[in-house]
């Protein structure tokens, strides 16, 4: 989830499952 654009989407919505989405992502 979010491997198109994990940053952007970790910017625009700062929540926990982005935040691990982004983070599991690298």
Excluded: F, Y
């Excluded at 989830?1 to 690298?26: C, L, W």
Aim: no cysteine; aromatic share 0%; hydrophobic share 40%.
């Amino acid at each position: 989830m979010g491997a198109a654009e994990p940053r952007g989407t970790k910017r625009q919505r700062p929540d926990p499952a982005v935040a691990v989405s982004a983070g599991a992502a690298g």
